[in-house]
T-cell receptor, first 111, second 115 residues
Framework: DVKVTQSSRYLVKRTGEKVFLECVQDMDHENMFWYRQDPGLGLRLIYF???????EKGDIPEGYSVSREKKERFSLILESASTNQTSMYLCASSFRRKTQYFGPGTRLLVL | GENVEQHPSTLSVQEGDSAVIKCTYSDSASNYFPWYKQELGKRPQLIIDIRSNVGEKKDQRIAVTLNKTAKHFSLHITETQPEDSAVYFC??????????????FGAGTRLAVHP
């Protein structure tokens, strides 16, 4: 059974803070993804990684960066959090072009 | 750019009725179409998917149909039950840099099944 975990379920940060969201998967998947989910907008891809130390920008990468130092771990970084980054963040992983499995999500509030 | 439109945004049915959710995609290169169900406070979970070489796929009470010519695909849930209440997302694959594919998601449909 695939397990994708995220470091926090809820997070409250202040404007300008540096924020780290971590995602870990235990199925040796090559691909990992970060999405943000907002009402009425569905899930939008922020960044994608297809291998260790590899990353590709998604549809809304502005204000975010990522790090993938180990295959099982994919981190999303908000260098200087802003209120418009208040959202639900979902991590996902997949094996090659197969099904994406999602983590439980992190609800981030930036004050 | 790539786009997936999903309708309706909300759907209310009586238990036992059928529910249909429709999606339209823009990229003719899309070849993989998954559907995810997200219950309140939970993660999205894949419930069914279809590839472009197939026109229809069924799994018990859920089925998905694909019309490549018209670029639309639909989710059909028969004999709905209260536990079917959730937000449903459609998605379509789209070419990505380096030969990879990404998923473009629809905005979601909130389905409510009333006993």
């Amino acid at each position: 059974d695939v397990k994708v975990t995220q470091s926090s379920r809820y997070l409250v940060k202040r404007t300008g803070e540096k924020v780290f969201l971590e995602c870990v998967q235990d199925m040796d998947h090559e691909n990992m993804f970060w999405y943000r989910q907002d009402p009425g907008l569905g899930l939008r891809l922020i960044y994608f990684s297809y291998d260790v130390k590899m990353k590709e920008k998604g549809d809304i990468p502005e204000g975010y960066s990522v790090s993938r130092e180990k295959k099982e771990r994919f981190s999303l970084i908000l260098e200087s959090a802003s209120t418009n980054q208040t959202s639900m963040y979902l991590c996902a992983s997949s094996f090659r072009r197969k099904t994406q499995y999602f983590g439980p999500g992190t609800r981030l509030l930036v004050l | 750019g790539e786009n997936v439109e999903q309708h309706p945004s909300t759907l209310s049915v009586q238990e036992g009725d059928s529910a249909v959710i429709k999606c339209t995609y823009s990229d003719s290169a899309s070849n993989y179409f998954p559907w995810y169900k997200q219950e309140l406070g939970k993660r999205p979970q894949l419930i069914i998917d279809i590839r472009s070489n197939v026109g229809e796929k069924k799994d018990q009470r859920i089925a998905v149909t694909l019309n490549k010519t018209a670029k639309h695909f639909s989710l059909h849930i028969t004999e709905t039950q209260p536990e079917d209440s959730a937000v449903y997302f459609c998605a379509a694959s789209a070419p990505f840099s380096g030969g990879y594919n990404k998923l473009i998601f629809g905005a979601g449909t909130r389905l409510a099944v009333h006993p």
